[in-house]
């Protein structure tokens, strides 16, 4: 599995938020075809409430055709995501997008739309402080 330049970056911005990355890649074991998910973590959210797990998927967006990339992360995200419902119901999908390319092509109407109707959960992350901008929950 070919990793996105800013795997690397996504991780450690995890772990400074507390997270525990569990899987490097995420296997969807006995799922058919074979998927990976770049990275699974979890971290322990209050006594009471648990364990919160998600599943995170790395886009750098950095092929020259943004509106493919999209479509290609947009197909991946609804795969994990249907997979890990099967399979692990508690663990939560996410793209992780660098903040500029979040800034410059995430106001898009047709990005803004898809978003909106597949609830596509969102990381934005800074790659320079290797740190998270903020959480896009839907």
């Known amino acids: 599995m070919a ?34 998910v770049d990275l699974g973590a979890e971290r322990v959210i209050a006594a009471e409430r648990g364990i919160e797990k998600i599943a995170v998927e790395v886009k750098g967006f950095s092929e020259q055709s943004f509106a493919y990339e999209f479509h290609r992360a947009l197909g991946q995200y609804l ?13 939560k999908v996410y793209i992780a997008v660098p903040i500029d390319v979040y800034n410059r092509e995430f106001s898009q109407i047709g990005v803004l739309a898809s978003i909106e109707d597949y609830q596509v959960q969102i990381i934005i992350f800074d790659p320079l402080t290797k740190e998270i901008s903020s959480w896009k929950k839907q």
């Open 3 to 36: 990793r996105d330049a800013l795997h690397n970056d996504v991780k450690l911005a995890l772990i400074k938020e507390g997270w525990t990355i569990t899987n490097d890649p995420l296997s969807l074991e006995g799922w058919r075809p074979g998927w990976e």
């Open 79 to 91: 795969n994990y995501k249907s997979g890990l419902k099967r399979l692990e119901p508690d663990r």
